[in-house]
Nanobody
Framework: QVRLVESGGGLVQPGGSLRVSCAAS????????LGWFRQAPGKEREAVSC????????HYAASVQGRFTISRDNTENTLYLQMNSLKFEDTAIYYC?????????????????WGQGTLVTVSS
């Protein structure tokens, strides 16, 4: 069955960096667009970024553009999100997901299969 397992979350100071990972199994990895979503305390889940199957197309939310980088390793079936210049407002549970209908501007993203999430806390 499809399985997505996030890791790499933790506590980081403002301005710091963190990389979260998502190990995938149970489906043809490079055939799927993938995305990162996040849900902050008391807020609705929002799309952060997506990447298409071959890694050539990416989209980002305006709030993370220039600070976050999504990537994938199709030989290792792993999705990554490199987060730099972290801000307090980046605190959230980060989820990876398969993206239905492909990678497109994040306001139109719809997740299919989901991981369980990894908590990122930005605090001094």
């Amino acid at each position: 069955q499809v399985r997505l397992v996030e890791s790499g979350g933790g506590l980081v100071q403002p301005g710091g960096s963190l990389r979260v990972s998502c190990a995938a199994s149970g489906f043809t990895f490079d055939a799927y667009a993938l995305g990162w979503f996040r849900q902050a305390p008391g807020k609705e889940r929002e799309a952060v970024s997506c990447i298409n199957g071959n890694g050539e197309t990416t989209h980002y939310a305006a709030s993370v553009q220039g600070r976050f980088t999504i990537s994938r390793d199709n030989t290792e079936n792993t999705l990554y999100l490199q987060m730099n210049s972290l801000k307090f407002e980046d605190t959230a549970i980060y989820y990876c997901a398969t993206v239905t209908f492909g990678c497109r501007p994040v306001s139109a993203l719809t997740g299919g299969y989901w991981g369980q999430g990894t908590l990122v806390t930005v605090s001094s």
